[in-house]
């Protein structure tokens, strides 16, 4: 276990290497640049500037530059705003990650439930309500439930503000956030647990008189977990890093902009900690992945 | 494609509750907003009726949308025009402007003694202490001045310190008699040197904190990255929640704190209009100047929530003069082929329907209202077309003018023409509904003589690098003046200008590009012209010899839109966009 560990750590680092290199080279090869303004910055600011964040040497010795520094922990700064980019990364994923956190315990909760009720309520109203709320999860998306969410608890029947600067809501981001993976999770449930419904051992289980609940929880949930678990992984390294449309729509200042807006302000520093950053996040939550399929289910060996 | 599915989802879920929208679109003003406009410009999530929107009772509070967060609230970093609100509401400068837009004293004490000549001002200070307590004097400002002239700053706005003379060590020839005593030297007289002393980059700021922060100096703006950080204005900023929220409260220590009516303001950072709107509708927000581009054509003139402020800059099209177009052509037949285009322009047209916020439609580059720094207003009896009669009826001139320059012309026989040779080109734009709905009325308006033009969309940062390449044959511009004189706008077109993107004077140039050196010469000149009349009449030469060439076709005069709740008065902005938040009042 400890070895598999080890290689598969080995492995994570060469990957990030790479999606580091081929994300700084492409970067660099789009047109278009950080200090671009629609009243001109004069070319003696430009060029200062270029010469402090290394911008003007050749695009092979700035990476070279750039990953030296960040195995010194130096992240740089953000070439649009100045700011320490490990200082902005961390305060914009701590609030992402308590709502991305909390979206992926609902969606993960509700989903197994709603997956679990759905094959055991098969094509009786439960399970068909079921199937009608996720495929509508599923087919919508997230702007446009967030705005309908906006719409109707805000405008119209006035629960909560649409902007609070003294205490920011957080219920409607996480709705919002949290639909489409649990619609998604209580479809792979549904389908994985009445596959593992109709198998001997759960035949067997129940010929031997194991109580019902412990037959649906030991022998058929657990083993219908494998599919749900590998979509969870990603998942919550997406969801924990943040939306865009919802961190717009709700005014959050979260790391979900971040990766578009540093890409379109061509803010090179930032564009590159984001992209690490979500290949680190991806890299463990794989890791995190095939450990948990060893617990579910004893037969996988690392070998 | 999103947007167009958001819209229909969107009605469909609305149509039992809303009212109908509009479907027209503001091109945006001014330039800072126009990257995050390209975020989500969905329609708005409620429509508002004639009558009052929801208010909120907070009488001490005053919540404002002026857009996302701003880059830098370092005054001399700044180039945003919500930045300098926000600097203008918790910097104090040498003078302010006040509820009726005169320049009045803040911290000087009475206006400049200007010597004879125009070229030395000097201005006394009253006593005055910064937030933490601190003394303020007259060498903050020699410290912060010339900090925004210092190379390592790297300040957009550095420039506007050029109007000084220089000392030998490339500091400027200000000096500090005593504490409270700045004299300045100015290398010619400088009419509107006064609303510099009022302009955010021309705020001081305070010297031990900025050297704190950033001993090493590569990080300029870092001591105003987190609330807390020392000014001299009404308000300080107590507490930043990035992208989400900012809360200043009054300054105990301002000199003018007894004036200050509103107790706190709190700012949503958001450049999403549906949020932005909906937060307005709900009453969450008490004032903001974003708005739907679908939601103006229900509330111009029918909400009394909605205002428009007069703004000082014009919405142009712009052609690369250098383009292989115009190669083989003669100067003068370059220039008809573009005034040609400029005729065909109905812009009355497109300032009702795609602007409908009551602009001006332009018959000159230099905006309406802008002062000619000798007393008058530059624009006054300056016309090149009738604005309100380009389009229709001007195809005729126009045919005249494209045939002087070679080309020959066959009817349709339904009031079109053909053109011979072809002429075929690309009009550069960036995404934003409002500038592609002005290119498509263009596109239709030179149908009338045959000249196709094709829309090409650009992401904002990559549009901006052609246009300031020249990698284009026309493109869309704007411009908002920074300072209230027409200069701001002819130095645009300086053969060394960054902002020259028409390539005039510099480039690879073609048979008609035209000569330049003139105009260069009369930039140089106005801006050192002791004798402000003829200064005037340079001026107005220089902005013959602009349009002469054709390269400019001034479009509109910008303003602007905002809301404010019926419970709240007292909030004022000036003709650059900078808004006065201090001595609001809501009931």
């Known amino acids: 276990m400890a070895k598999y560990i080890f290689k598969r750590v080995l492995l994570a680092i060469v990957s990030i290497i790479i999606v580091s290199a081929i994300t700084f080279f492409v970067m660099n090869a789009i047109p278009g640049g950080p200090f671009n303004k629609e009243k001109a910055t004069s070319a003696q600011a430009q060029k200062v500037l270029e010469e402090r964040y290394n911008l003007d040497k050749p695009v092979p010795e700035q990476y070279v530059l750039y990953m030296n520094n960040l195995l010194h922990g130096d992240w740089g700064v953000s070439l649009h705003s100045g700011r320490d980019i490990w200082g902005e990364i961390s305060s914009r994923f701590s609030v992402s990650a308590r709502l991305g956190g909390m979206a992926a315990a609902v969606a993960i909760v509700l989903g197994l439930i709603l997956g679990a009720l759905a094959a055991l309520t098969r094509n009786r109203l439960p399970d068909r309500a079921i199937v009608f709320f996720t495929t509508l999860g599923t087919a919508m998306p997230s702007f446009v439930l967030a705005t309908l969410l906006l719409l109707v608890f805000c405008l119209k029947l006035k629960l909560v503000p649409v902007w609070s600067s003294s205490n920011p809501n957080y219920v409607l981001p996480i709705i919002a956030l949290s639909v489409y993976p649990m619609a998604y999770i209580t479809r792979l449930t549904k389908t994985s647990m009445l596959d593992a419904l109709n198998q001997d051992y759960v035949r067997t289980a129940k010929a031997k008189g194991v109580p019902n609940w412990k037959v649906i929880f030991k022998h058929a949930l657990r083993n219908a977990l494998i599919p749900v678990i590998t979509y969870v992984g990603p998942m919550v390294a997406y969801i924990l890093t943040g939306s865009m449309v919802v961190e717009n729509i709700f005014t959050i200042g979260g790391l979900g902009s971040s990766f578009v807006t540093s890409i379109t302000n061509r803010d090179y520093t930032m564009i590159m900690a984001t992209t690490i950053f979500l290949a680190i996040l991806m890299v463990i939550a794989n890791l995190l992945t095939d450990i948990a399929y060893k617990f579910v289910d004893p037969r996988i060996t690392f070998d | ?587």
């Open chain 2, 1 to 587: 494609m999103k947007k167009k599915l958001m819209s229909v989802l969107l009605a469909a879920a609305m149509v039992a509750s809303l009212t109908a929208c509009g479907s027209g679109n503001l091109p945006p003003a001014p330039a800072a907003e126009d990257v995050a406009e390209q975020a989500t410009d969905a329609p708005a999530a409620d429509v508002a009726e004639a009558e009052a929107t929801p208010t909120n009772a907070d009488t001490n509070i005053l919540r404002i949308n002026l857009a996302s967060e701003p880059d830098y609230l370092d005054p001399a970093l700044n180039s945003s025009v919500d930045g300098g609100c926000l600097a203008v509401n918790s910097f104090a400068g040498l003078y302010t402007y006040d509820e009726s837009g005169a320049l009045i004293p803040d911290l000087a004490d009475g206006m400049p003694e200007v010597s004879a000549d125009g070229t030395t001002y000097t201005v006394k200070m009253i006593d005055s202490v910064w937030s933490n307590g601190d003394p303020l004097t007259a060498q903050d400002f020699v410290y912060s001045w010339n900090r925004v002239i210092d190379e390592a700053t790297a300040a957009d706005y550095a420039y506007l310190f050029d109007v000084f003379v220089a000392k030998s060590d490339g500091t400027l020839a200000v000096e500090t008699p005593d504490d409270h005593t700045l004299v300045m030297q100015l290398q010619a007289p400088c009419p509107y040197f006064n609303d510099l002393l009022a302009f955010p980059t021309f705020f001081p700021v305070h010297q031990a904190s900025v050297e704190a922060a950033n001993p090493d100096g590569d990080v300029p703006g870092k001591w105003a990255q987190e609330a807390g950080f020392v000014c001299n204005g009404a308000y300080t900023l107590q507490e930043w929640n990035h992208d989400e929220s900012m809360v200043y409260v009054k300054n105990p220590n301002y000199h003018a704190a007894d004036t200050v009516t509103m107790d706190e303001l709190h700012f949503m950072l958001s450049a999403d209009d549906t949020a932005i709107y909906a937060a307005y509708n709900s009453g969450d927000v008490d004032y903001i100047d974003t708005l739907p581009n679908d939601e103006i054509a229900s509330l111009n003139g029918i909400n009394p929530e909605f205002g428009i402020l007069p703004q000082l800059g014009t919405y142009y099209v712009c052609f690369n003069v250098n383009d292989p177009m115009f190669d083989g052509k003669t100067e003068e037949e370059a220039a008809n082929m573009r005034k040609a285009m400029s005729y065909l322009i109905d812009r009355q047209f497109i300032v009702e329907n795609i602007g409908q916020t009551g602009q001006e439609a332009a018959d000159a580059f230099i905006p309406a209202g802008m002062s000619d720094g000798n007393g008058g207003e530059f624009k006054a009896g300056v016309s090149y077309y009738d604005a309100t009669k380009t389009g229709a009826d001007m195809v005729e001139d126009a045919k005249a003018l494209l045939e002087q320059a070679g080309y020959s012309f066959t009817d349709n026989g339904d009031g079109t023409y053909t053109v011979d040779p072809a002429i075929n080109m690309t009009y550069l734009t960036n995404d934003g509904t409002g500038h592609i709905k002005i290119a498509e009325s263009i596109q239709q308006d030179f149908e009338a003589l045959g000249i196709k033009i094709e829309i090409k969309s650009e992401d904002w940062n990559v549009f901006l690098e052609d246009r300031k390449n020249g990698n284009f044959t026309v493109a869309r511009e704007g411009w908002i003046a920074d300072y209230n004189d027409p200069i701001n706008m002819l130095e645009i077109f300086a053969s060394e200008s960054g902002n020259n993107d028409a390539q005039l004077g510099k480039g690879t140039p073609v048979s008609s590009s035209p000569k330049w050196d003139e105009y260069d010469k009369m930039i140089d000149e106005i801006r050192y012209d002791t004798d402000l009349a003829h200064r005037v009449e340079t001026m107005h030469k220089a902005e013959d010899m602009l349009m002469n060439t054709g390269a400019i076709i001034p479009i509109y005069y910008y303003n602007d839109v905002y809301m404010q709740k019926s419970n709240v008065s007292g909030i004022y902005a000036t003709v650059f966009g900078m808004k006065y938040f201090m001595h609001a009042v809501k009931n």
